[in-house]
């Protein structure tokens, strides 16, 4: 087996980034939701003050997925948390430690960074995820639900 590196992404690799979203939408049933280009990427992720970051992980020299995440801030805890907002790894590489690789990583990086808590999402439907996300001790959060306005829906009320 290769040995897992994670490095944080430049900005050469927007396009690989861009590439990794789409596997995932598509995994997700959902790539006709995909609206992000490249320069999207470059200007929120390569800017003079980013507010999202991500990671590249590779097995050897072959990339074979991502992490973006972001920082939110509890009330509750008066800390920073670490928001997971796209994990993907390649279907092939899936099994070879890399998503665990990936998600260590990024619990270290929340705990460099004082956060009281590191969270993500996961599809309700996405069983091998949710089993993968709980052998490691993930508890769901049950009680709380998500909501979202997007699109027309966010014009509409934002204008009212």
Not at 17 to 30: H, P, Q, S, V
Not at 123 to 148: C, T, V
Request: with cysteine.
């Amino acid at each position: 087996m290769s040995d897992i590196v994670i490095r944080k992404a430049a900005e050469e690799d927007c396009a690989l980034i861009l590439e990794f979203i789409r596997g995932l939408a598509d995994y997700e049933k959902a790539l006709h939701e995909v609206k992000a280009s490249e320069e999207d990427l470059r200007t929120a992720l390569f800017c003079d003050h980013p507010k999202a970051f991500a990671l590249i992980c590779s097995l050897g020299d072959t990339p074979v997925g991502f992490a973006l995440y972001f920082f939110n801030y509890s009330t509750w805890t008066g800390k920073f948390g670490l928001f997971l907002e796209d994990l993907y790894i390649v279907p092939e590489s899936r099994g070879s430690g890399a998503g665990k690789a990936l998600l260590q990583h990024l619990a270290q990086l929340a705990l460099e960074n004082d956060c009281s808590r590191f969270e993500w999402n996961v599809l309700d439907w996405n069983e091998p995820a949710i089993k993968f996300y709980e052998s490691f001790g993930a508890k769901s959060q049950k009680e709380w639900l998500g909501y979202r306005l997007s699109g027309q829906d966010l014009n509409d009320f934002a204008a009212n």
